[in-house]
């Protein structure tokens, strides 16, 4: 059981130094972009993880790069952050950033399991 938490958290500083070099290579708009991108590529990602490794088993593989490293990488909080921020300034814009952020993480989710699913 430790060894598996350790994978995890092995992945998850994996993940999150990603995305915040990701950060730091991205110019900051205010308006979440960076966010949006990392959560995009994360979902892709986690889709051709899922895909690939669709046994159902919690083994090395899905542990370190699936909950483990997409899991670091990828970002709930910063998501809602944002969306508080432009709320503040722009109801409408807020909004508009909620629903992109569904589209793009969900299509490249399915995009993920899709490549997966042909990679198999």
């Not at 569904?102 to 995009?111: H, T």
Request: hydrophobic share 50%; net charge neutral.
């Amino acid at each position: 059981m430790l060894q598996k938490a350790l994978i995890v958290g092995i992945g998850s500083a994996l993940g999150a130094v990603l995305r915040y070099e990701i950060y730091m290579w991205l110019p900051d708009k205010g308006i979440g972009l960076e966010t949006m991108i990392v959560n995009t590529i994360g979902s892709f990602f986690l889709g051709l993880l899922t895909a690939l490794f669709s046994d159902g088993k919690r083994n090395t593989v899905s542990l370190l790069w699936g909950t483990g490293a997409c899991g670091g990488f990828t970002t709930m909080s910063t998501f809602a952050a944002d969306v508080f921020h432009l709320m503040e300034n722009d109801i409408l814009l807020g909004i508009v950033y909620i629903a992109l952020t569904l589209f793009f993480g969900i299509g490249a989710g399915l995009s993920g399991i899709l490549v997966g699913r042909r990679m198999k």
